[in-house]
């Protein structure tokens, strides 16, 4: 749901604003957390998680879309890369906050816990004075919502992702039919007078590069999250809180070089910085690969460390450069195709990964293992080729 609902939010928040679709998705992913604590039976739970997924495909690319309009340009590289940050210290924090709480204080401690901080976030977002209505939001420019592009979108995506996290000989029907359901709504798009999704959009070039890297960065950085705990236990024999703590070196290389990668697109240019981060992100890839068998673990958190670093640096800028490619009154929908690309990648690295690594045999995991390696080197290499095209200088179009 989160997922699919991504582009439809972003585009609802340019007809109705995006604050206000901001508050919208922090209101039901309240509401959701709110049932889900005092659910008394599991559908009721499920059900609050559908409202609660969302209410943060809602957040998600309104927040880019404010970030994107009311921060200068010279500045939009930082806001993303601290944006960019506090995602992935959340994707590492959550899950070891959520084991705590729910090992402490039950299941339902889970869904608890983020009452108070969207309450915080509610006071916040409504007690900012310093926010100035874009006159792209009002009244007179709203354009009309297409519920029948929705719709089209909508099943073409869920099939796909579906069909992904299916096993045998579905994701191979999910592609042709998610790919064909996709067609039928690009047709549509283009002879709606209000479409959802402007085609116009991919004819950017910042706008369609900026999104395939980060779409190809998360798929080599989920892919990698699933895989090394198999390897790490299965090859070199370590208990789950050794393989976190090291994993945990590369979130927080992560988190550390992501402001700092904005920082540095404002200095030496989004190109250079996203250049150098795919580098730095490939250096460590390779290390990894040429490392991996070794009977001591001495090399990995070096090699992880590098990677996460990488990944840093190019959150930021590859999202600054993407969405500055496009008018403002169109931000909220290119955010929302943006966090697509995003979540589409680390679910096709995971699908991909997981078709791999099925030997039982220690001479055919380690080599299957550096099979995966060779792909993400491959897939950072193409994004690398991908960001040379950016242009040095990407001005906003206003």
Not at 103 to 126: C, M, Q, R, T, Y
Not at 177 to 191: H, I, P, S, Y
Request: proline share 6%.
């Amino acid at each position: 749901v989160n997922i699919i609902l991504q582009s439809p939010a972003g585009k609802l928040g340019d007809v109705v604003g995006r604050r206000r679709a901001f508050m919208i998705g922090l209101s039901l992913f309240a509401i959701g957390a709110l049932i889900a604590t005092l659910a008394p039976y599991l559908p009721v739970v499920a059900t609050s998680r559908v409202l609660m997924a969302a209410g943060g495909a809602m957040v998600v690319p309104n927040a880019m879309a404010l970030l994107r309009n009311v921060i200068p340009e010279h500045k939009r590289s930082r806001a993303f890369g601290y944006f960019g940050a506090l995602l992935s210290a959340s994707a590492a924090v959550g899950p070891m906050l959520g084991g705590m709480l729910t090992e402490d204080f039950g299941w339902k401690a889970i869904f608890l816990v983020n009452l108070p901080l969207l309450l915080i976030s509610w006071v916040l977002v409504k007690s900012d004075t310093s926010y100035v209505r874009p006159a792209e939001d009002s009244d007179a420019a709203k354009p009309r919502f297409d519920f029948i592009g929705m719709g089209l979108l909508c099943l073409s995506l869920g099939i796909l992702v579906i069909g992904l996290k299916s096993d045998d000989f579905w994701p191979a029907i999910a592609v042709m039919l998610g790919t064909l359901g996709l067609a039928v709504f690009t047709r549509w798009e283009k002879v709606t007078r209000h479409p959802l999704v402007d085609v116009q959009l991919f004819r950017r070039g910042p706008f369609v590069i900026g999104g395939v890297i980060v779409g190809l960065q998360n798929l080599g950085m989920y892919a990698l999250l699933f895989q090394l705990p198999f390897l790490l236990k299965s090859w070199y024999l370590l208990d789950p809180s050794k393989i976190g703590q090291i994993l945990l070196i590369m979130m927080i290389f992560m988190v550390f070089l992501a402001p700092i990668g904005g920082r540095m697109g404002e200095h030496f240019g989004v190109r250079n910085t996203i250049l150098s981060g795919l580098c730095v992100s490939i250096a460590g890839l390779v290390m990894l690969l040429y490392t991996t068998g070794s009977p001591t673990l001495l090399w990995m958190p070096v090699s992880l460390a590098l990677v996460g670093s990488g990944i840093g640096m190019v959150t930021g800028p590859a999202q600054s450069a993407a969405l500055s490619a496009v008018p403002a009154e169109q931000s909220g929908v290119a955010a929302g195709i943006l966090s697509t690309m995003r979540y589409l990648g680390g679910i096709a690295g995971i699908t991909i990964i997981s078709t791999i690594l099925i030997s039982t045999d220690p001479a055919g995991i380690l080599q299957q293992n550096k099979v995966c390696f060779g792909i993400y080197i491959g897939v950072y290499v193409f994004a690398l080729l991908l960001a040379l095209a950016i242009p040095r200088h990407t001005r906003p179009l206003l």
